[in-house]
């Protein structure tokens, strides 16, 4: 099963997408009535951070994915699909905002990691834009894997200059 299939798949049965991007928001609704000003402790943390990345691994992907869309495919925005290009972002910034409401984001469990993997995702994306757009062509001798290291090191010492900028 290709991307694409799945998303026709998807799209023709949207009652399942739909009641999913309902049901974060509305968790973490419920979460703030029951649980307020105990977002710290241990179970609602978890709670809080199972639904941090049911709404955010979703949201980051459809942002990146109309990304690649509009950057890579030329496509025209008004061909963009609600299902999985604004549902899952609607869905993720009410989710966090409500959750924000009751514990700050900071204490939930695995949120920096969230970030972390947005931004190193937005950082591979813009050098793929950037290597599109300068239309290198590159006759090299150097095996591919090497290539392949080479960019695996590229990542992890922007990972790492990342961290000693923003701690």
């Known amino acids: 099963m290709t991307l694409q299939e799945f998303f026709q798949i998807c799209a023709e049965n949207p009652a399942i997408i739909i009641f999913y991007y ?8 419920l979460a703030g009535i029951f649980g307020k000003g105990e977002g710290h402790i241990s179970p609602w943390k978890y709670l809080y951070s199972a639904l941090v990345y049911l709404a955010a691994v979703p949201g980051v992907f459809s942002i990146m994915l109309s990304l690649y869309l509009f950057l890579f495919e030329k ?13 899952p972002v609607i869905s993720m910034v009410v989710t966090l905002w409500l959750i ?3 514990v700050e984001l900071e204490k939930v469990p ?10 190193m995702i937005v950082l591979l994306l813009s050098i793929l834009w950037l290597l599109d ?7 090299t001798f150097i095996r591919f894997e090497w290539i392949i290291l080479l ?6 010492v922007m990972r790492l ?5 923003f701690e």
């Open 151 to 156: 960019l695996i090191a590229m990542l992890v």
């Open 100 to 102: 924000n409401r009751n």
């Open 133 to 139: 757009k300068t239309h290198i062509i590159a006759i």
């Open 22 to 29: 309902l049901a974060l928001p509305l968790t973490a609704l």
């Open 161 to 165: 200059a990342w961290k000693k900028v």
């Open 110 to 119: 695995g949120f920096g990691k969230i970030g972390g993997l947005f931004i």
């Open 75 to 87: 496509r025209p925005i008004l061909e963009t699909d609600i299902y999985y290009q604004i549902l």
